[in-house]
């Protein structure tokens, strides 16, 4: 460092005393940017590994405090994702919710035939492949917590076509300000950015860049805009298991990772017991044998030990024991299936759907199912909306483009995006009660105490358990048409 000259007014002593400390906190500065270099550097090569250098223990402006630090939430990931594929327990788990929740996949229906015609481009389209696609996106979603799906449009007709970027390229999600609920944007990490097109404005020529912040799809309220009431943005974002105001999802398997690698770790143990228990040993009592002897003996048996299904011939001098090892295997089954139920209990699944029989009989297992279908229809709303979403966000880009008329009123959007009932046993049940409930119905409004509006919203309001939506007062329209129409039909024909 070099030499600093003495202020006028200092003596030689109270300098040297300046300079000492001058040094002292030279030196203390230095270690704090080496530290910090330290921490960019790593940050730097292994982007995973630390947030930003000297943000250890704080949180970004922009993460809730009901959120993981990025490292935390990305390690959460990595764990679910590693015991789905190795873990059976973790993998039905999974597997299960997905297969009750989408079943043989999903329909949809739109009113007006122009916007089906826009749907069915969009769902059959080679890139969507929404047949095939479909079971992997609510596995996806289930497993990871989150699905972030990148939007490209078509500038001329408005025809989507869905990207996919991986929940572990994610580096921040960013709420509105004044609405954590709404969530405004999602940042990729450097280097995970993803290649979008767009026009370049001084050639208007298209070109590939990269981006690494993206619009989340909300719906425009700026009323000067030409897309005013419409959804507009660059990607889909997704996310269940989480509170209001957080900004991610997490996995099914978050809460049941520690205690499943647990479960995991005692059934390896209890393996190696089995292998120990199917061995056993030679006891051999050599009476009045000295130490000569009965080394002789332990040599001979080296040299040829008893072949399986052979037999052996002494006098009563020599006895031979099998010995096997006690080590109460049943005991270990007990505590392995006090783990079993506590994991598939905070899954919320019943023992009887892991094949667990013992102690179940028909009328439990009935009374178990109904919290299990409870949570399945639950999420089942949640793909029901996820769909309906991304079919409303189409038919946007399609009126956008003027593929579809501007005013709704020349046209209908309603779309109904349809999942499949899960329970047979629940259908049976529903049918049986429907047809109850037309039967008293009809008694009812025979002798005049209900009306037929009130009728026709408790059928419909049945037909819904079965999937089906259904606008009463429209039906009550159709069905009056059709009984004229028949009606006129049958004057005709007595008259002729």
């Not at 094949?355 to 109904?370: I, K, L, P, Q, S």
Request: proline share 5%.
């Amino acid at each position: 460092m070099a030499s600093l000259e003495k202020p006028r007014g200092l003596t030689k002593a109270q300098w040297r005393i300046v300079e000492q400390m001058i040094q002292e906190k030279s030196s203390e500065l230095m270690k704090s940017e080496v530290k910090k270099e330290a921490q960019r550097l790593v940050a730097q090569i292994l982007p995973d590994v630390v947030d930003r250098p000297g943000d250890e223990g704080f949180r970004r402006l922009t993460q809730t405090e009901k959120d993981l630090i990025p490292p935390a939430h990305d390690r959460h990931l990595r764990i679910a994702y590693y015991l789905y594929v190795t873990n059976p327990m973790a993998h039905r788990i999974i597997d299960m919710a997905r297969d009750f929740v989408i079943g043989d996949g999903a329909s949809y229906h739109a009113k007006d035939e122009r916007v089906q015609a826009v749907l069915d481009k969009h769902w059959n389209d080679p890139v969507n492949h929404w047949d095939i696609k479909q079971f992997n996106k609510v596995k996806e979603l289930f497993l990871y917590g989150e699905q972030i799906y990148p939007v490209f449009v078509n500038e001329f007709t408005g025809h989507v076509r869905l990207g996919y970027v991986d929940p572990l390229n994610v580096d921040q999600v960013i709420p509105d300000p004044g609405n954590p609920e709404m969530i405004r944007s999602v940042i990729l990490k450097t280097g995970k950015e993803i290649l979008v097109k767009e026009r370049n404005p001084e050639t208007n020529r298209l070109i590939t860049v990269p981006k690494k912040e993206l619009k989340v799809i909300n719906v425009d309220t700026n009323p000067r805009s030409p897309t005013y009431g419409r959804l507009v943005g660059e990607c889909f974002y997704f996310a269940m298991n989480k509170v209001s105001n957080a900004t991610r999802g997490f996995s099914e398997l978050m809460h049941l990772s520690d205690w499943i690698d647990a479960y995991d770790q005692l059934l390896f143990t209890h393996m190696d017991r089995l292998m120990f228990l199917r061995t056993f040993v030679w006891d051999i009592l050599l009476e009045g044998a000295d130490e000569n002897a009965i080394k002789l003996k332990r040599k001979d048996l080296a040299m040829n030990p008893p072949k399986p299904g052979s037999w052996i011939v002494h006098n009563e001098k020599e006895k031979w024991t099998a010995v096997t090892p006690d080590l109460k295997a049943t005991e270990h089954t007990e505590e392995e299936k006090k783990v079993r139920a506590f994991i598939l209990g905070g899954a919320g699944i019943p023992p009887h759907w892991f094949g667990e029989g013992d102690g179940v009989n028909r009328a439990t297992a009935v009374a178990m199912d109904t919290p299990v279908f409870r949570m399945l229809r639950a999420r089942q709303r949640y793909v029901r909306f996820m769909f309906e979403h991304i079919f409303r966000f189409c038919i946007d880009q399609a009126i956008i483009k003027h593929t579809l008329p501007a005013k709704e009123e020349d046209f209908s959007t309603d779309i109904t995006a349809s999942l499949p009932e899960f329970s047979a046993k629940d259908e049976l049940q529903i049918a049986s009660t429907l047809n109850d409930v037309v039967n008293a119905l009809t008694v009812a409004r025979s002798q005049n105490w209900i009306s037929d509006e009130t009728a026709a919203k408790l059928v419909a309001m049945l037909a819904g358990k079965f999937g089906m939506e259904i606008n009463a007062e429209q039906e009550m329209e159709k069905a009056q048409a059709v009984g004229a129409n028949t009606g006129s039909s049958k004057q005709r024909w007595r008259k002729s």
